[in-house]
């Protein structure tokens, strides 16, 4: 069965610390690893990895993924308040030209105290 | 330009009611997804729209469940004789055929009573 787990599943830190969110899965025909932040509503895309070892970033989130040893990570550095979210990562594992067909970890919660 | 829009944003029904959800992707995506997000569940895939081709509808729970995409658009997802375990969030998404990098829509609200 296809699995993703995320860990840790609630984290609470203060502003201008540094958290590191953790995705390890096992799916069949992987083709891509994403991570969404989800404040109220809907899902908003942080990042998409395909390759192993290629860190992506973007202002103070970055984001690496591990092929062989079938995990990511998601970095935010000196946080702030409006970090707050639940932090969702899944594995696009659609087979032939099917892209889109994930599977989603539970989520990270994610609380920035002033 | 505007995103997924979905309506109603809140649905209360009694069970064993039909319920249409309905989804407008983003203008020049080939690609719709249909997401439930469940209390303690997570987000699931329901189904999947690729332009002309077959939907893959293997995320559905059970035949209550359908959905359909007209002219390529406009997406109605329908649940039939709804069930209290069918309380849930439902998400929408799009994409630009390819990509993978799904947009969501502010989803449904469905409470079944």
């Known amino acids: 069965e296809d699995k993703v787990v995320q860990s840790p599943l609630s984290l609470v830190v203060h502003e201008g610390d540094t958290v590191t969110l953790n995705c390890s899965y096992e799916v069949t025909n992987f083709r891509s690893l994403l991570w969404y932040k989800q404040e109220k509503k809907a899902p908003t895309f942080l990042f998409m990895l395909?390759?192993?070892?290629i860190e992506k970033k973007s202002g103070r989130l970055s984001s690496i993924l591990d092929k062989k040893e079938l995990f990511s990570i998601l970095n935010i550095t000196a946080t702030q308040t409006g970090d707050s979210a639940v932090y969702l990562c899944a594995v696009d594992h659609a087979g032939g030209t099917s892209y889109g067909k994930l599977t989603f970890g539970q989520g990270t919660i994610l609380t920035v105290h002033p | 330009g505007a995103g997924v829009s979905q309506s109603p944003s809140n649905k209360v029904t009694e069970k064993g009611k039909d319920v249409e959800l309905r989804c407008d992707p983003i203008?020049?995506?080939?690609?719709l997804y249909w997401y439930r997000q469940s209390l303690g569940q997570g987000l699931e895939f329901l189904i999947y729209?690729?332009?002309?081709?077959?939907p893959d509808k293997s995320g559905l729970p059970s035949d209550r469940f359908s959905a359909e995409r007209t002219g390529g658009s406009v997406s109605t997802l329908t649940i039939q004789r709804t069930q209290q375990e069918d309380s849930a969030v439902y998400l929408c998404?799009?994409?630009?055929w390819g990509t993978g990098n799904l947009h969501f829509g502010n989803g449904t609200r469905l409470t079944v009573t």
């Open positions: 998404a799009s994409s630009l």
């Open positions: 395909t390759s192993s070892g």
């Open positions: 729209f690729q332009g002309n081709s077959a």
């Open positions: 203008s020049g995506h080939t690609a």
